[in-house]
C-alpha cells in the first residue's frame, strides 16, 4: 500500500534530530518537535511489512517529524552508500482526513528494506520498490523521500551513532 503525502517550503530554519540507540531493544529513534499550525494527524504511524519489519512515524500536526526503526528487515551493507546530492528542504505532510475522536494512529501495510554504509552511520529506509524519488532535507540528518506520485518512499538517517549493546553480565 502506498502512502500520500506531499512538500511544503520549510518556514523558519532546519529543524536538527539526533538519533539514539535504545540499547535494550535495538530501537533506533530520532525526532525534532514539529512547529506547523495547521490541522493533522498527531500521533504515530506504523509501517509494517510481511516479513514483520515496522518502523513508527512520529507526526505532528500532519508534519512527518521522527522515525523509529523497531523491527529491522535485514540490512544490506553497502560500500558506497551516499545521500541524493538533489534535496529541498522542506516539510513532508501527510494528508489532512477527518478522524475519528481518540484516534491517533494509522498501521500501513508496505515493503519496507534497509541498506547502511560500512561504518553504520548512514541508513536508507526503502518503501516498497525502487523508484524516481524527490528528496527533502527534513531536517538536519533527515532526509525523506517522496515519489513523482506524491507516494512516501523513503527516509535517510545520517550521522547515526554506532550500536553499543548491554553487555551481558
Known amino acids: 500500500m502506498s502512502m500520500d503525502a506531499r512538500i511544503e517550503p520549510l518556514s523558519g530554519a532546519l529543524p536538527s534530530i539526533n538519533w539514539r540507540w535504545d540499547s535494550e531493544t535495538d530501537i533506533l529513534s530520532g525526532a525534532f518537535k514539529g512547529n506547523r499550525k495547521s490541522g493533522g494527524l498527531t500521533g ?30 535485514e540490512v544490506v551493507p553497502v560500500g558506497d552508500l551516499r545521500v541524493p546530492v538533489k534535496l529541498t528542504d522542506g516539510r513532508v505532510v501527510l494528508p489532512s482526513r477527518p478522524s475519528r475522536p481518540g484516534v491517533d494512529s494509522l498501521e500501513v501495510d508496505t515493503t519496507l528494506s534497509v541498506q547502511t554504509n560500512r561504518n553504520e552511520s548512514v541508513f536508507h529506509l526503502q518503501i516498497g520498490p525502487r523508484r524516481p524519488v524527490e528528496g527533502v532535507r527534513a531536517a538536519d540528518n533527515f532526509y525523506i523521500e517522496v515519489d513523482r506520485h506524491g507516494g512516501l518512499a523513503g527516509f535517510w538517517l545520517t550521522n547515526v551513532p554506532p550500536f553499543a549493546p548491554l553487555d551481558d553480565e
Not at 48 to 53: C, F, I, R
Open 44 to 73: 504515530s504511524v506504523e509501517l509494517t511489512d510481511a516479513e514483520g519489519s515496522v518502523a513508527v512515524l512520529d507526526v505532528n500536526n500532519g508534519v512527518i517529524c521522527g522515525l523509529d526503526l523497531v523491527v529491522w528487515p
